[in-house]
């Protein structure tokens, strides 16, 4: 004799079908273009300023796929082919054989931007 698992429920799912309309209607996206903004200056301000140039040339793209949305920070300032900020960042090799240790400004701009993007865009969806 085999013994029946059951399941019983009390209430109903509006607040989780409120949130999956609200997610699916992708209004809250239109909030990401301030946050791209926001990413383009702080990351401007972070950036160690010999002439400027480099700060002033950063840009943004927002990809909205069905499943996922990204914002990709951009800086077009290449020397020998390598991006500078990433050499800045992260250190880089020098022609004699030397090395120049990175001055790691990037994540400690973006981290502030990050945490209030998590947050705001949270509130949102589930408001």
Not at 38 to 56: I, Y
Not at 82 to 88: D, G, P
Not at 97 to 109: Q, R, S
């Amino acid at each position: 004799m085999s013994k029946a698992i059951t399941f019983e429920t009390k209430g109903d799912f509006k607040f989780t079908m409120r949130f999956l309309k609200k997610i699916s209607s992708r209004s809250f996206y239109k909030k990401l273009e301030d946050y791209a903004k926001e990413g383009v200056e702080a990351l401007s301000n972070a950036t160690p300023k010999k002439t400027g140039d480099l700060a002033m040339r950063y840009s943004y793209e927002i990809d909205v796929g069905l499943d996922s949305t990204t914002i990709t920070w951009h800086n077009d300032k290449m020397i020998n082919g390598e991006s500078l900020v990433l050499m800045l960042n992260y250190g880089h090799a020098t022609r004699n054989g030397g090395w120049v240790n990175g001055l790691n400004f990037v994540d400690p701009a973006m981290a502030p931007v990050f945490e209030k993007m998590a947050e705001n865009l949270w509130k949102e969806a589930i408001s």
